[in-house]
């Protein structure tokens, strides 16, 4: 079974920047669009290839990357405001495999 493991989280002030990591178990990552979400909304999504798609609430701020060989995706958060906060999760998209426990953003203000 895949097994996702979130980290990178925590507590910053607004407009400080954060880089969360995902790390997939397995080599059949590099075959799936993958996406970062919030509160299980999708905040951005990332291609096999790498072509990559945000929130409009994120849009400029937030980068999404990815690296198939060491089957690991980022997710680059600048300018984080408070209502960026939660805690984040890495699936599929959609969503095939079971959620991990993901990594607490929190934004204070």
Request: proline letters at 3%.
């Amino acid at each position: 079974q895949v097994q996702l493991v979130e980290s990178g989280g925590g507590l910053v002030q607004a407009g400080e920047s954060l880089t969360l990591s995902c790390s997939v178990s397995h080599n059949i990552f590099r075959d799936y669009m993958m996406g970062w979400y919030r509160a299980r909304e999708l905040v951005a999504s990332i291609s096999a290839g790498g072509t990559d798609n945000y929130a409009d609430s994120v849009k400029g701020r937030f980068r999404i990357t990815r690296d198939n060989v060491r089957n690991t995706m980022y997710l680059q958060m600048d300018s984080l405001k408070p209502e960026d906060s939660g805690v984040y999760y890495c699936n599929t998209r959609p969503v095939f495999w079971p959620w991990s426990k993901g990594t607490q953003v929190t934004v204070s203000s």
